[in-house]
């Protein structure tokens, strides 16, 4: 368990109309004594709403603090190097760690956090809900994938038994330890979940398998065309991640899976709430909340599971049925194709969602 850091920092409150606070917490010295060692969350850009700041008082910078500290340890690009480091190394990439407090109750909170990707190319931020509890004084946060984040889930006021059980199949689902990329004959289960967007209709598929931020397994496609609506792979419980307006939605699935929808504009805004697969996300767009980059109005739409160790993480599509396709990784990312019936679809193909 990380210790409190003896800190001092300040939330600067942005326009009252929006309702947040926001800040970037910087350590300062004492004009009697040394300077105090550097606090997880000194140049963390900090989001927490009002109601959530009423709520937590002085509370709320050991919050943060926790919170960022997990979030740079589970961040790929940050995790080797100490938080001072690896915030002023993202900012020299341009890029922002994000700690968004949105509810507390007692000795909870919860809200999102996410780490922006480079918005010199294509790619995903990485991102994270959380839950965390004071316990002695102490906060003790759980990012979305790990044990701590999986136990919150079970008992905290914050949950509502909806989101609870979608939730907690989503943490308990161990990966198949068959289900690999190389075993392309294995059809491996998704829980019946669509392409995003309306079953029985079109859109265009512009990117075959590729990363969701630049490295690791190939989790994403990427679609544009068609009505332009993005909707759910299936039901679920929906954050949007980069809080109102922003174009990223995350949506957990029962069953151990959920979805990542990026890029889009005119989002509907969710925290936490329960969706039917016919509720309408966004539209395809060209945002960028939280880094990347999009040189025509797409939709970024990735896969995410758990491994056996609980690690949340975007997965293989490899061998995977979405949508009546099944999808394989080409010879360089965005080259891969889907197949149906004797048919392949590579990018620029238009294509239909079927539920088979």
């Known amino acids: 368990m990380r210790s409190r850091r003896s800190v001092r920092a300040t939330l600067v409150a942005l326009a009252a109309t929006a309702g947040l606070l926001a800040a970037v917490p910087a350590a300062t010295a004492s004009p009697e004594g040394p300077a105090p060692a ?39 690009d940050a995790s080797e190097l100490s938080p001072k480091t690896a915030v002023a190394q993202l900012a020299e990439e341009g890029r ?16 999102v956090a996410y780490v922006e990707a ?43 038994k909806a989101e609870r059980e979608t939730i907690t199949a989503y943490a308990e689902r161990e990966a198949d330890p068959q289900a690999k990329p190389g075993n392309i004959g294995i059809q491996a289960n998704v829980n019946g979940l669509l392409l995003p967007w309306a079953p029985d209709t ?12 630049g490295t690791g397994n190939w989790s994403a496609l990427d679609f544009a065309g068609g009505s332009g609506e993005v909707r759910p ?10 809080g109102a307006g922003g174009g990223w939605t995350r949506v957990i699935h029962p069953g151990g899976f959920s979805t990542d929808y990026y890029h889009m504009h005119n989002t509907a805004y969710f925290n936490g709430t329960a969706i039917s697969a016919s509720t309408r996300l966004g539209s395809i767009g060209v945002d960028t909340c939280a880094g990347g ?3 025509g109005p797409h939709v970024h739409w990735s896969l995410r599971t758990y491994d056996a160790n609980l690690n949340g993480a975007y997965t293989w599509l490899n061998g995977r049925t979405l949508g009546g396709w099944t999808w394989y990784n080409g010879g ?25």
């Open 38 to 76: 550097a606090s997880p969350s000194a140049g963390v850009t900090v989001k927490v709403a009002q109601s959530a700041a009423d709520r937590l008082g002085t509370a709320r910078k050991a919050l943060v603090d926790a919170v960022s500290a997990d979030v740079l340890t589970r961040s790929h």
């Open 96 to 111: 922002k760690v994000v700690v968004d407090v949105r509810e507390a109750k007692g000795d909870w909170a919860r809200g």
């Open 118 to 160: 480079s918005r010199e190319h294509h790619g995903g931020p990485e991102g994270w809900l959380f839950l965390a509890q004071r316990e002695n004084g102490t906060w003790v946060p759980g990012l979305e994938g790990d044990k701590a984040f999986a136990e919150h889930v079970a008992t905290s006021p914050l949950v509502g």
């Open 202 to 213: 079109v859109m265009t598929l512009t990117g075959g398998p590729h990363t969701h931020g």
């Open 233 to 242: 792979s299936r039901e679920g419980t929906a954050t949007s991640m980069c």
């Open 293 to 295: 980059s999009a040189t």
């Open 332 to 356: 360089a990312e965005y080259s891969g194709c889907g197949t149906r019936q004797g048919l392949t679809a590579c990018p620029g193909t238009v294509i239909y969602n079927r539920r088979a």
